[in-house]
């Protein structure tokens, strides 16, 4: 049973039925009452993918509507929020460490803890909290975000203990609002949860399964944000292009150039899409949309068959080898980044040859490289031929070896081009230079120059190669 369910509807999205529930603002005006004007702040420490930024963007949304204003020094915080992540292991260490930081500000200052996120969805680690962290007010899951001001106004005013933790398959929530952390780029999130239960991975158990938001929605979220001066958009989901429409916009692709017909929006990114559902329809629409960003991230995992297998992945090296032949034909100038998990159990020293293999015949521009690590209900961790830490260290080293051999070679090829940088505003490390991101993600620093600022997009011919970063000069 759904708690705290305002509005409910019952909608059909093709062969689905999604429960689609509408954001009530009754408590949020009930805390702004409480706290009105006496400058209550929140402090928000968010772990994980994009899609958890993009929860805690509305988790601060509803903050501010409330009243509270943001604080990055928790010291100074009314209510600290958690938005955790249980994909990698030491997602729950950084948390652990912290809590233990915060207790005294918990019981000097009365300040509210709260958790929420994927973590929260395993009964495991609630149970923990509530024994060993019993100064937590407030537990809230993946599937109660829209709760968090009646949860609040429970902790904050009637000073209760709230734990809002639902296991669902999944609904729709519209209306939260966003608070974005950027002015120019935003994402959106267009499905949520996954189908595809990879051994090694948690999500599908803390997430739902996939359910895809009514694609009217999406774009005219999406036109909102141009109006508002959004330039760049990325489109959000655990597997984007297993999203389902309905009769006017039924797939993924469908989508993708509806979202790229929107006037104001200079660049679309996606991400993740799923390699076998990566089908010639959207190859075409980006082929034939130039404001698609031409950089895939394309999860492969591994490159061995029967790891592939093993980890219920659904294509094989040479299908993944395919893909990116059938991208290229149509798209020649697009480049890929990719996942790879290292030391998957039962993972032989000639099957990561494959891995080392498939990462030298595709040229990816980026890899985020992980070693596997147990995660507690899934299938993977109960495997008795879990590769030792030591030999699970050695393939990772040889893994960044191999692509760290190849970032020169990569960078040097951009000297001399011009790249489209939107101006994300001046660089960490010398404020004197403007800093910005190419298409494919490469972190390139440029002299100001006074008729652009944060926003612009602006040409840029790419002069030197730093390794972790280009410079060039605006055009
Ligand atoms: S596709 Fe696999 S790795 Fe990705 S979220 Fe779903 S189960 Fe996890």
């Not at 019952?10 to 509408?22: A, Q, R």
């Not at 403007?434 to 494919?440: A, E, K, Q």
Request: proline share 3%; net charge neutral.
């Amino acid at each position: 049973m759904l708690k705290n369910v305002y509005k409910c509807y019952k909608i059909t999205m093709f062969w689905e039925e999604i429960e689609l529930i509408i954001y009530s603002d009754e408590y949020t005006k009930k805390v702004k009452n409480e706290i009105g004007g006496k400058n209550y702040k929140y402090n928000i420490n968010t772990f994980g993918c994009e899609l958890n930024i993009n929860d805690s963007e509305k988790i601060s949304g509803m903050l501010e509507d409330m009243g509270f204003l943001r604080t990055d020094d928790y010291n100074e915080a009314n209510i600290i929020i958690f938005n955790t992540c249980c994909v990698r292991e030491n997602a729950e260490e950084r948390l652990f460490g912290k809590l233990g930081e915060i207790k005294r500000l918990n019981e000097e200052n009365g300040t509210i803890v709260a958790i929420g996120g994927c973590m929260m969805q395993e009964p495991v680690m609630v149970e923990k909290l509530k024994k060993s962290y019993k100064y937590v007010d407030i537990i809230f899951g993946t599937h109660t975000i829209q709760n968090l001001p009646e949860n609040i106004y429970k902790a904050l005013i009637e000073r209760k203990k709230v734990k809002d933790v639902i296991d669902i398959d999944g609904e729709i929530v519209e209306g939260i609002p966003v608070k974005r952390n950027d002015k120019y780029k935003a994402s959106v999130t267009i499905m949520y949860g996954c189908n595809k239960f990879c051994t090694y991975c948690i999500v599908p158990y803390v997430r739902g399964r996939e359910r895809s938001r009514a694609p009217e929605t999406i774009i005219s979220e999406i036109e909102e944000l141009s109006k508002e001066g959004y330039k760049e958009i990325t489109l959000l989901g655990q597997n984007v292009n297993s999203y389902v429409g309905n009769d006017k916009v039924r797939n993924f692709a469908e989508l993708l150039d509806e979202v790229a017909k929107i006037k104001g929006i200079e660049i679309i990114r996606f991400e993740s899409p799923y390699p076998s559902e990566f089908k010639d329809d959207v190859i075409d629409v980006m082929a034939r949309n130039k404001n698609i960003s031409r950089v895939i991230h394309m999860p492969l995992q591994a490159g061995n068959n029967k790891v592939l297998k093993e980890m219920n992945r659904r294509y094989t090296k040479e299908e993944f080898l395919d893909l990116v032949d059938r991208v290229k034909r149509k798209i020649p100038e697009a480049v890929f980044s990719t996942d790879i998990i290292v030391g998957f159990p039962g993972e032989t020293d000639e099957e990561f040859e494959d891995t080392l293999d498939i990462v030298r015949r595709v040229d990816f521009e980026q890899i985020y490289m992980y070693i596997y690590s147990k995660r507690e209900g899934t299938i993977a961790a109960k495997r008795v031929d879990q590769v030792p830490e030591d030999i699970k260290h050695k393939r990772f080293d040889r893994l960044k070896e191999l692509y760290d051999a190849r970032v020169d070679e990569i960078n040097n090829r951009y000297i001399g081009t011009i790249q489209e940088i939107l101006i994300e505003g001046p660089s960490k490390n010398n404020k004197n230079m403007l800093t910005g991101r190419t298409d494919s993600n490469k972190v390139v620093v440029f002299k100001p120059n006074e008729k652009k600022t944060k926003g612009d997009l602006v040409k840029v011919k790419i002069l030197s190669n730093h390794k972790w970063y280009l410079e060039g000069e605006i055009i």
